[in-house]
């Protein structure tokens, strides 16, 4: 196999150290904020099996540079407010790649170093039914 000139490991350090992150259990604390979005980058099978941050957004993360840009057809309203957002995956990965694209769009957003398993081990709450 050829050698890759990045690995994913270095590609989330970089993108680590230009975004902004929040912890789990700091996350946990803008739950009931208004002004918080709480976005979820994971798979849909992922939500559905291992719950999600009631109230989140579904934003799957092949359609998330499309759905923010407002001058794509795909554009969703929900990025067009002034709240704070905080993105998650699973484990903080992806959602580091993920707010390092948008911040480079001009989106500002957060993540949650420990994803959502992060969150599940804080305590935080989640839900287990199925939302679209």
């Given amino acids: 196999m050829k050698k890759l000139k990045k690995t994913v490991k270095n590609m989330v350090a970089e993108a680590k150290s230009k975004i902004n992150e929040i912890d789990a259990k700091d996350a ?39 759905w923010i840009d407002p001058e794509s057809p795909y554009f969703k309203d929900i990025f067009n407010t002034n709240k704070k ?38 305590k935080g709450p989640v839900e287990f039914k199925s939302k679209k």
Avoid at 38 to 66: T, V, Y
């Fill in 28 to 66: 946990i604390k803008f739950f009931n904020d208004e002004n918080v979005i709480f976005i979820d980058i994971r798979d849909i099978r992922e939500r559905q099996k291992l719950g999600f941050i009631p109230g989140s957004f579904h934003a799957p993360r092949g359609m998330l540079e499309f």
């Fill in 85 to 122: 957002y905080i993105f998650h995956c699973a484990a903080g990965w992806r959602s580091a790649l993920a707010v390092s694209t948008l911040n480079d769009m001009g989106f500002e957003a957060s993540h949650i170093t420990d994803g959502f398993a992060g969150w599940v081990e804080e």
